[in-house]
């Protein structure tokens, strides 16, 4: 039975070059999306063996979209695909409960590979990352505890890429009022309190991408 994927990146073209590369290799892709939150909608009614997706997605990145489906589809691997080889990411990454972490320069080299060590119960790198993250475990590149929740930074995340409050209720499903408390909470921690110093912080991090 052939492995059943569900595939998620912003840009079709790319979503497109993807799905041909694991369709030659026999994998099954079962949905695509445009962003996490619509990976982890596909993953609850699909069940996937494995989700790839973009680790830089609009209304909810990559990373998020790994801690959601570690809440709701455990059995679910992720695999990020990523730019960023710096050792905070891929140890926030791994707590985050992905299995795969792949550098996009390595994508047609690395993916399948990646896939097959996941399914095997493993977590794969892709090379010349592992380095890092061993400097990253061993306390030489620690990452600083991140002060926001997960709905924190999913809000921040939405605040970010322009949305207004209501906009942010709507998408993430609760009250206008409910939004207005996380935006005043994340805001509170951070001690910002004007948009554009959130936009830098959530850039910074890596919540958006520019």
Known sequence: MPTRIVLADDHALVRQGIKSLLEREGLQIVGEASDGREAVQHAEA??????????????????????????????????????????????????????????????????????????????????????????????????????????????????AEGKSTKDVAALLGVSVKTAESHRSRLMQKLDIHETASLVRYAVKHGLVQI
Request: aromatic fraction near 4%; charged fraction near 20%.
């Open 46 to 159: 699909l069940s996937p063996d494995i989700v790839v997706m973009d680790i830089g997605m609009p209304t909810l990145n990559g990373m998020e979209a790994a801690r959601e489906l570690a809440r709701c589809c455990p059995k679910v691997k992720p695999i990020l695909l990523t730019q960023h080889d710096e050792p905070q990411y891929v140890s926030a990454a791994l707590k985050a409960g992905v299995k795969g972490y792949v550098l996009k320069s390595q994508v047609s080299s690395d993916l399948i590979h990646a896939i097959q060590q996941v399914m095997r119960g493993q977590v794969y790198l892709s090379p010349g990352i592992s380095a890092a993250v061993m400097a990253a475990y061993h306390g030489k590149a620690e990452m600083p505890a991140d002060p926001l929740t997960s709905r924190e930074r999913q809000v921040l995340q939405l605040i």
